[in-house]
């Protein structure tokens, strides 16, 4: 309701937090003189090798045997729109053995009336009709290094690739899936193979789909590097005919494309390109991401539907004790949906990259310092401008709505449908309790909605206990 006042109290009591070693976040810039040619940031989590702990660690001491067994409760109370409440317990074990062998498992369980904004899917669980439900997330990664040159890694978790606050090519936004991977570097090299199993849970459709990821990352030099990646995502059915991971796509020296046109199916393949520059205490970064496209549509300026992709350009770094980030997303209708739930970049409801899926602008800035050792600021603003779906008819804003039933072929357009801006502005003011692991927070905020729909005004102020028991989506 316009100029409705939402007040949010999150809490959270953690007996100990689980740490920081094998998390998803960006590399920190204090280590860009540091950093070497075989260092590959943009592909994260960061661990590659064992013997590299400390250049991601700022808690544990690199050793080569540990055991760690941690405890945390959550309990999360919020209100927006309606009431929500959080109940769980978890627990996390976390291991190296002879510097070479690396576990870490994440298993919470609890009880909860709806999904919270900042809240993270829980692998496998109901999204869809569920008012309430019991769940239960398990988040596992076991990596074994047996040289400098090869660490492999398989469990179920999340992969990041970029050097953004966003991903264009994939993220940490959707649930956890089950994974292996490979990545071996020599020189200046990192090629690394990506298998996934996506999920989708819905009580009129529950079915598991596949996907593969090649990527390759160069380091041109240690300040310049370029990435690049193609991903194959196929169902599990095609037709009558049951598939099961496709034998073709573990060949880890061929294109997808020309596999997929060999065994005759209509997979969805996408490209995507990466860089950074770093100077100074700045990097410049970007990505690129192509669904599908024709030339002569593009040369014509048609805004023909199929012409699917999105570009990522934004800059961060440090000036005196102020580190910031300006970044600018965008992608066009229709990237990452396909003729089906089968074959989309999604999981479990969600887009695998950036949240907003498709059809979608956004510009987005930060800035955060801190006071001391304990007290930081952050402060951020984001606009948005996205299409959304009507009911019978895609748009290009649900990438889980079929784009089979497109008005229109040509004249398409970032934002087309159901129009809507949002604009938001907010900061937070944190104390890290360092000896818990755990952070108290304010978070003030107000946010302006405006299109198509009606306007909406939302201020909030949320204030919080948090423990590391659960990653927030990055929402802004």
């Not at 199993?197 to 598991?208: A, G, L, M, T, Y």
């Not at 800035?367 to 401008?385: D, K, M, N, P, S």
Request: overall charge positive; glycine content about 8%; charged content about 20%.
């Amino acid at each position: 309701m316009k100029g409705t006042w939402i007040i949010a109290l999150l809490v959270s009591f953690s007996a100990f937090g689980q740490g920081v070693v094998d998390r998803i976040y960006p590399m920190s810039l204090s280590l860009l003189e540091d950093r070497t040619l075989q260092q590959h940031s943009g592909i994260l989590p960061a661990i590659r090798k064992s013997a590299g702990l400390d250049e991601i660690d700022e808690v544990f001491k690199p050793v080569d045997h540990f055991f760690r067994v941690r405890f945390s409760p959550d309990l999360a109370s919020q209100y927006d729109t309606s009431l929500f409440y959080r109940a769980a317990v978890g627990f996390t074990v976390e291991s190296l053995y002879k510097n070479k062998l690396y576990t870490r498992t994440l298993i919470t369980s609890g009880w909860s009336n709806r999904e919270g904004v900042n809240q993270t899917h829980a692998a496998f669980s109901p999204l869809h009709t569920r008012d309430a439900f019991i769940y239960t997330n398990i988040r596992t990664r076991i990596g074994y290094t047996p040289n400098q040159y090869l660490h492999i890694a398989a469990g179920i978790d999340n992969q990041f690739f970029g050097e953004g606050h966003r991903s264009l090519i994939q993220s940490d936004q959707a649930a956890p899936n089950p994974f292996a991977m490979m990545r071996v570097n020599v020189w200046r090299f990192e090629y690394g193979l990506l298998y996934q199993f996506f999920h989708e849970n819905r009580p009129d459709s529950r079915f598991w789909k596949f996907g593969a990821t090649h990527y390759l990352s160069y380091n041109v030099t240690k300040r310049f590097n370029i990435g690049f990646f193609e991903t194959v995502l196929f169902q599990p059915k095609d037709g009558n005919f049951n598939r099961a991971f496709e034998v073709e796509y573990l060949n880890p020296l061929v294109f997808f494309r020309p596999q997929e046109y060999s065994i005759g199916s209509s997979d969805n393949v996408l490209l995507g390109l990466q860089m950074s520059y770093s100077f100074k205490k700045h990097t410049i970064y970007g990505q690129a991401l192509l669904d599908e496209f024709v030339l002569k549509e593009i040369r014509a300026r048609s805004q023909w539907w199929a012409n699917k992709y999105g570009a990522q350009l934004g800059i961060k770094g440090k000036i005196k004790n102020i580190s910031y980030r300006v970044e600018a997303n965008l992608m066009r209708p229709y990237t990452f949906s396909h003729i089906n739930d089968g074959q989309n970049g999604g999981n479990q409801g969600r887009s695998i990259a950036h949240p907003l899926g498709s059809n979608f602008a956004e510009l987005l800035a930060q800035a955060h310092f801190i006071v001391g050792h304990e007290f930081y600021f952050t402060a951020y603003t984001v606009f948005q401008l996205k299409g959304l779906d009507e009911d019978s008819l895609s748009w290009g804003g649900d990438i889980y709505q079929s784009y089979n039933t497109r008005p229109q072929e040509y004249d398409n357009t970032i934002g087309q449908g159901i129009t809507q801006r949002t604009f938001r502005l907010g900061c937070q003011i944190s104390y890290s309790l360092s000896k818990l692991d755990c952070t108290l927070y304010l978070d003030p905020q107000i946010a302006v909605h405006w299109g198509d729909l009606p306007s909406v005004v939302t201020p909030a102020i949320t204030v919080g206990w948090r423990s590391n028991l659960f990653q927030n989506r990055r929402m802004f």
